[in-house]
């Protein structure tokens, strides 16, 4: 089977090859295309007689050219709303931004399900990205609107004791894989939540989610 080879494809075959090269004879002539046409001529000849003596494995890896590797990605990371996915984890630990993030989750929502506890977790989380925030999981907890506590837990004069151990085992779990990049799929991107007893106003809002005893909305 004859291929027909890029001038790139000939170069490489060449290099591959060694020092393959061509006697060429210049032309007396007074006309200098023909001389030049000649010597070309002389060396595609060469070319060729060096690219017919590569072996066909060779010829067919030129042919077909570099292959180009693979993009390397990294898949989201897995999450699991359950107790043994949790317990599968490594023990929790985190500075002040995870302290913040496992109190929040304790006080906030331990009373709810695995979904219910990670969708507090989520708003948290996407209140520190969104506009009009503070910029930190502190910050977004501890602040205050309107001269209210944006929790209730931070302003109810009760100490921050996490006294139910497994409870506080669950939220700690809860932060760390949060904060290390698990999905955010529960809530829609929702900034706002309130336990479906009361209502308060969150202005121009959307609600996106419904969660255990919690509702959930996202800014307009």
């Known amino acids: 089977m004859r291929l027909q080879l890029s001038e790139t494809m000939v170069a490489m075959a060449l290099m591959i090859s060694g020092a393959a090269h061509a006697d060429v004879t210049v032309s007396q002539s007074n006309t200098p295309a023909q001389e ?3 010597e070309f001529a002389a060396l595609l000849g060469a070319e060729h007689d060096t690219v017919n003596a590569l072996p066909q494995a060779e010829l ?31 023990a929790p630990q985190g500075d002040a931004e995870y302290d913040c993030l496992r109190e929040a989750i304790y006080f906030e929502s331990r009373g709810e399900d695995l979904p219910g506890q990670f969708a507090v977790a989520e708003v948290i989380l996407n209140r520190v990205e969104a506009a009009g925030f503070p910029k930190t999981v502190c910050g977004v907890v501890n602040s205050k609107g309107k001269g209210d506590c944006a929790f209730s837990y931070v302003c109810d004069a009760a100490p921050e004791v996490m006294r139910d151990p497994m409870a506080a085992d669950r939220a700690s779990r809860i932060a760390r894989a949060m904060l290390d990049g ?16 009361v209502s308060p106003n969150f202005g121009d809002v959307t609600r996106t989610a419904a969660i255990g005893a919690h509702l959930f909305y996202r800014a307009n």
């Open 60 to 90: 067919m890896a030129l042919a077909k050219g570099p292959e180009a590797k693979a993009a390397k990605t990294e898949a989201a990371p897995a999450i699991d709303y359950t107790d043994a996915w949790l317990a599968s984890l490594p």
């Open 182 to 197: 698990a999905p955010r799929n529960l809530t829609q991107g929702a900034t706002f939540f309130h336990a479906t007893y």
């Open 36 to 38: 030049m046409g000649a």
